[in-house]
């Protein structure tokens, strides 16, 4: 089992930047492959970005391309997605989630691949 816990959550002002972190416990986190979601009130989990197990993989959302970097640091246990020129659209609650099974197709991009989701870290963005 992986426990998740995300940090790093805040009120920016549009153009500012913020960078998440998220820290796993547990001896397997390189076994499993990483995302970001975010989620507004009333609406589904929505993909923002996923790296590979090795970390040797990025993949994002259309709208967060070219501003958002997600990386994995396999020993230190954590995931991060720097987020850079942030729009009040971005405002979100932002999860960390570990998938075991996702590989390949658009299966890093799609919630029900992953098995376990931190509690959530709140994202403003100011206009």
């Known amino acids: 089992q992986v426990q998740l816990v995300e940090s790093g959550g805040g009120l920016v002002q549009a153009g500012g930047s913020l960078r998440l972190s998220c820290a796993a416990s547990?001896?397997?986190?390189?076994?499993?492959?990483m995302g970001w979601f975010r989620q507004t009130p009333g609406k589904e989990h929505e993909f923002v970005a996923a790296?590979?197990?090795?970390?040797?993989?990025?993949y994002y959302a259309d709208s967060v391309k070219g501003r958002f970097t997600i990386s994995r640091d396999n020993i230190k246990n954590t995931v991060d997605l720097q987020m850079n020129s942030l729009k009040p659209e971005d405002t979100a609650v932002y999860y960390c989630?570990?998938?075991?099974?996702?590989?390949?197709?658009?299966?890093?991009?799609?919630?029900?691949?992953?098995?376990?989701w931190g509690q959530g870290t709140q994202v403003i963005v100011s206009s």
């Open positions: 790296i590979t197990r090795s970390g040797r993989s990025t």
């Open positions: 989630a570990a998938s075991r099974s996702a590989a390949g197709g658009n299966s890093y991009s799609r919630d029900i691949f992953y098995d376990y």
């Open positions: 547990g001896r397997t986190f390189s076994t499993y492959a």
